[in-house]
């Protein structure tokens, strides 16, 4: 193996032009590969650091009116869910729900701190699991707990940008109160608010909400989040079962879409998922399809070098070489080649990457209504750098596999009246 590589490295500094322009046409190609990745990363992380406050599993069941007559039952009869459907819904679909909740919302209302306010406010009346199940950051303060839902205090969440409006002159809501539809609440928490619409939302404990508003145990909405569904067919099949489920509850035919209404995000967070795949899929092949051009132009270059080498080869194979033996030099020097200046160039474009982040990553675009993220953490991970070193091995190993076969037929009689 020593004397293999004497003699490979004796080929190089032979050719070093050659060596020069197939390592220029190697190290450009992984580099343009990692660079398109890092990039590729950069636009997938801004959409999920801007999204993090959206749960892509969750699935919110209101009811509505049924578009049709059912068992002697009257059309347009109006379908009112309550905490028995979710008791149901969760014993029933155990393997198919992670945690499951009920809401109750109140619109139009106007909330003020002294002589400022803010008008069209909802009041959503929410139990502690709904804050993780619609992932609420509390900024300041505590989130909501079980003991407040069983004492029915009168307490509030509240958005910081709401705060700045109620509090303009820099003064804090946090352990003050507000006054909401002429009763007082006490703040005790001030949340992060990412969410573009223009509607304010105040949280408070569900069985206050109830209480005041006389609800009894009626609910607006129900939500229930998904576990294992990744399909469209798994999504659309749970949809029907709970549908079903519902209807035997309230009487309405199981296909009437209009007696309960279903907004699936899971379906969204499939989509994401797979224009995630399109993208990473979509830039590997521009990359490779910008190495295989690369690797292209090795092939070009050790065909010459092996035909420049002919009446070399010619005396091997008369001094008893084997066509393995010739193959497995040309194939080794082209692996070696390829390897050495595409690591390079995978170095370079990590460090352009990182050049990148520091330059242009991670940025604040200020829209108005909110500040986003974008361009966020355009690196590359240590599994793609793995697969292009994969990618560079095979890509040698193929430059130099035809002209090393080609170089193994030569006969020795015809080499040497080359």
């Keep these: 193996m020593t004397d293999l590589l004497y003699e490979i490295r004796g080929s190089v500094m032979r050719n070093k032009m050659r060596t020069a322009a197939t390592g220029i046409a190697v190290a450009s190609g992984i ?25 892509f599993n969750a699935i919110h069941v209101w009811g509505g009116f049924t578009g049709q007559a059912y068992e002697g039952m009257a059309k347009w009869r109006r379908i009112v869910l309550d905490t028995r459907d979710e008791e149901i819904t969760r014993s029933k679909y155990t393997t198919k729900i992670e945690s499951s909740t009920s809401i109750s919302n ?74 909401l539809d002429g009763l007082y609440f006490r703040v005790v928490g001030i949340y992060e608010d990412k969410r573009m619409n223009s509607r304010a939302t ?36 749970f949809e029907e079962s709970m549908r079903r489920t519902l209807g035997r509850i309230h009487g309405f035919d199981p296909a009437d879409q209009q007696a309960v209404w279903m907004w699936n995000e899971s379906r969204k967070n499939e989509q994401m998922m797979m224009a995630d795949r399109i993208l990473k899929t979509s830039l590997w092949i521009l990359g490779m399809l910008t190495l295989v051009s690369g690797v292209v132009g090795v092939s070009n270059i050790m065909l010459i070098a092996v035909k420049e080498r002919t009446r070399e080869f010619g005396i091997r194979k008369a001094l008893g070489a084997t066509p393995w033996s010739i193959i497995r030099m040309l194939l080794l020097e082209s692996v070696l080649v390829t390897s050495f200046f595409g690591y390079i160039g995978m170095l370079a474009g990590v460090a352009f990457c990182s050049y990148m982040d520091s330059a242009v990553g991670n940025r604040t675009l200020d829209i108005g209504v909110e500040k986003i993220q974008y361009f966020v953490n355009p690196t590359v991970g240590l599994s793609t750098c793995l697969w292009a070193a994969l990618v560079l091995v095979v890509a040698g190993a193929l430059a130099g596999f035809f002209p090393a076969y080609k170089a193994s037929h030569v006969k020795p009689i015809e080499a040497l009246h080359a």
């Design 106 to 179: 109140r619109y139009g209302l106007v909330v003020s701190n002294g002589t400022d306010y803010i008008a069209d406010v909802e009041l959503c009346g929410i139990r502690p699991d709904y804050q993780q199940m619609a992932a609420i950051k509390v900024l300041r303060g505590r989130p909501l707990h079980d003991l407040d839902v069983e004492q029915r205090r009168k307490v509030v969440l509240i958005s910081d940008k709401r705060e700045k409006e109620l509090a303009p002159r820099g003064q804090s809501l946090l352990n003050g109160h507000v006054k």
């Design 31 to 55: 580099f343009l590969l990692i660079v398109l990745q890092g990039a590729g990363n950069g636009i997938m992380n801004t959409f999920k650091q801007n999204s993090s406050s959206l749960v």
């Design 202 to 237: 105040v949280y408070t404990p569900f069985s206050t909400l109830q209480t005041i508003y006389g609800k009894g145990s009626s609910v607006d909405e129900m939500l229930v989040v998904g576990r294992g569904l990744d399909t469209e067919e798994a999504n659309t099949e």
